[in-house]
């Protein structure tokens, strides 16, 4: 049974840290990656951070390289962002989303993840 489920979202303030975690398991197939996106109000859904299971590589976006960093726990099934120096630019609902990689190297577009959390939101008050 695929699982795939959000925690830790919350309200902070500005230059304050939240740690989502994400459970992550079940899936039908092993080369994968498992992508926190976010989308806040009136915006679209965006990329924030990602890391493969086929050799851990991870990769962030250009507005929270620095300041979110993705791991993963194999054995609990577990995958954490922990997000640091919060800007209320952050706030939105942000999802764990798992997609098969491409030819097992590359990322798949974001039509193409097949799993979705329910999300978690993430308020960062100025």
């Known amino acids: 049974e695929v699982q795939l489920v959000e925690s830790g979202g919350g309200l902070v303030q500005t230059g304050g840290s939240l740690r989502l975690s994400c459970v992550a398991s079940g899936f039908p197939f092993d080369d994968y990656v498992i992508h926190w996106f976010r989308q806040a109000p009136g915006k679209e859904r965006e990329g924030v951070a990602c890391i493969t299971t086929t050799d851990g590589s991870t990769y962030y976006g250009h507005s929270v390289e620095g300041r979110f960093t993705i791991s993963r726990d194999s054995a609990k099934n577990m995958v954490y962002l922990q997000m640091n120096s919060l800007k209320p630019e952050d706030t939105a609902v942000y999802y764990c989303?798992?997609?098969?990689?491409?030819?097992?190297?590359?990322?798949?577009?974001?039509?193409?993840?097949?799993?979705w959390g329910q999300g978690t939101q993430v308020t960062v008050s100025s």
């Open positions: 989303a798992v997609g098969r990689l491409v030819s097992g190297l590359y990322l798949p577009p974001i039509d193409e993840y097949e799993y």
